[in-house]
């Protein structure tokens, strides 16, 4: 039996809605301009639904770090600027918010190069990440001890100034630091770089636990696209500005193009260097 078109269409607005509540940071047809001049992203969008662990993949240049900062709103500290789209979390608009709004409202960046305050110790530092909450100081230290149930290198050295620490630590820092805000969302940019592979595993392995038992939504630019697909739900690729590839984390990892561009995985038949060009140039347009 099928149903009259007016049922039809109250159906599919009903879904509509109800997919549209599970998102809670939408990135839409966004351009970001640097200096005026240099046109960076062209036409960016996403969506990242609650829960997920969503991955911004592709090569060294391709817009994965100026997108987190567009939705973290440090752009202008750079001298660029998001000039059309639009950025919504939760349902409203933030693109005009600061970072410190957008940080008491749950969006925290992780920073591309473990940031930390190198004079602070560990335990100093990670404090530093709940100065806008407003919950008291049992709720503060609770989340401190979370912290370090996850983290127990940095209750090991906790007294220990940050700037001494192993690059490892510092992103364990970091990413602990940016806990302590309770944050919605994380922006997490680029967390496997510079660190040993064994580490990269057990920084991937701390955000699945996080994703899983708090809930936490990862938005992550990655240029370790093997890793990043195997802990993401959902991944876009960024090429030259532009999304060409998006997909569920599994497909994309199944994926011949994204095998052999990507993952340096070929196939049985070899490409010439005149084909690799070509497919490049074609890409770019896919959706």
């Known amino acids: 039996m099928s149903l009259p078109d007016s049922q039809k269409d109250i159906l599919s607005i009903v879904f509509v809605m109800s997919s549209a509540k599970n998102i809670v940071l939408s990135i839409k047809n966004i351009e970001v301009i640097y200096d005026h001049v240099i046109l960076v992203l062209k036409g960016v969008s996403l969506d990242v639904p609650q829960g997920g662990i969503v991955a911004l993949l592709g090569a060294n240049g391709a817009g994965k770090t100026t997108t987190i900062k567009s939705v973290s709103n440090i752009l202008r500290t750079e001298r660029g600027e998001v000039t059309k789209g639009s ?19 749950g969006v925290v960046q992780v920073m591309e190069g473990r940031h930390c305050f190198e004079h602070l110790t560990v335990e100093e530092n990670l404090l530093t990440g709940a100065y806008t909450r407003k919950d008291g100081r049992k709720a503060v230290q609770d989340d401190l001890e979370m912290v370090y149930n996850y983290f127990p290198r940095l209750k090991e050295r906790r007294k220990s100034q940050a700037g001494y ?12 630091r940016a806990l302590m805000a309770r944050p919605k969302v994380i922006l997490l940019d680029e967390p496997s770089m510079g660190l040993a592979p064994q580490l990269v595993e057990e920084i991937f392995e701390i955000v699945r636990k996080l994703n899983e038992n708090e809930g936490v939504t990862f938005l992550l630019a990655e240029q370790n696209t093997s890793i990043a697909l195997r802990y993401a739900t959902y991944g876009y690729i960024l090429e030259n500005g532009r999304v060409v590839m998006d997909g569920e984390a599994k497909t994309l990892a199944e994926n011949e193009d994204v095998k052999e561009f990507y993952l340096g995985i070929s196939g049985n038949d070899k490409k010439s260097f005149r084909d690799v060009k070509h497919y490049r140039r074609r890409k770019r347009w896919l959706s």
């Open 165 to 176: 620490t192993s690059g490892g630590e510092q992103q364990m820092v970091a990413v602990g």
């Open 87 to 105: 950025i919504e979390f939760m349902g409203e608009k933030v693109d005009n918010l600061s970072p410190n709004e957008l940080v008491k409202r």
